[in-house]
T-cell receptor
């Protein structure tokens, strides 16, 4: 399993862009990267996933450099409701279950 | 509503009680999971079921007993729990594709369990 490392916490203000970087130095060729968001007392919710380069959806963008040893989740113009824990996961395509790390606790201030 | 429903949302039980947590998925998935999330700790995988067969048990104490009668329902039977078992118990489901990869991984909202 590829281990991930991400900051424990981040602070931001409403309207700012937030970038959360995750390192995964031993990612395998068939692995892909996925990000989840979790609010208190709720289950994690899928945000975005990718294999390489850039992926964008209505919620976020995911940037993955060519060596794939890191990835950056970009949240444009955050609001108070984006306060949550964000998890970076490296998914082994041969394994059913997801393995979660400690995540990044994002606090958005007014 | 995510398509994965857990009941009850909150449960308080004594150490000598027996209770069950229920999970139901309406997504047509063929794999289901139980996770435990204690305060300020990462989610811990407890059990994995695929087509009703248990495929993983991550050294979970026997006071937790899972049951998967069909691909849509998953139960976690609890007995003689300890206060340290108090946590958020999350159910998830996914569709297993070729080679064992999972797609559409979806979590329920969890059951907040307090053992007194």
């Amino acid at each position: 399993l590829a281990k991930t490392t991400q900051p424990i916490s981040m602070d931001s203000y409403e309207g700012q862009e937030v970038n959360i970087t995750c390192s995964h130095n031993n990612i395998a060729t068939n692995d892909y990267i996925t990000w989840y968001q979790q609010f208190p007392s709720q289950g994690p919710r899928f945000i975005i996933q990718g294999y390489k380069t850039k992926v964008t959806n209505e919620v976020a963008s995911l940037f993955i450099p060519a060596d794939r040893k890191s990835s950056t989740l970009s949240l444009p113009r955050v609001s108070l409701s984006d306060t949550a824990v964000y998890y970076c996961l490296v998914v082994d395509t041969g394994r059913r279950a997801l393995t979660f790390g400690s995540g990044t606790r994002l606090q958005v201030q007014p | 509503e995510t398509g994965v429903t857990q009941t009850p949302r909150h449960l308080v039980m004594g150490m000598t009680n027996k209770k069950s947590l229920k999970c139901e998925q309406h997504l047509g998935h063929n794999a289901m999971y139980w996770y435990k999330q204690s305060a300020k700790k990462p989610l811990e995988l407890m059990f994995v079921y695929n087509f009703k067969e248990q495929t993983e048990n991550n050294s979970v104490p026997s006071r937790f007993s899972p049951e998967c009668p069909n691909s849509s329902h998953l139960f976690l039977h609890l007995h003689t729990l300890q206060p340290e078992d108090s946590a958020l118990y999350l159910c998830a489901s996914s569709q297993e594709g070729p080679g064992g990869a999972s797609y559409g991984y979806t979590f329920g909202s969890g059951t907040r369990l307090t053992v007194v």
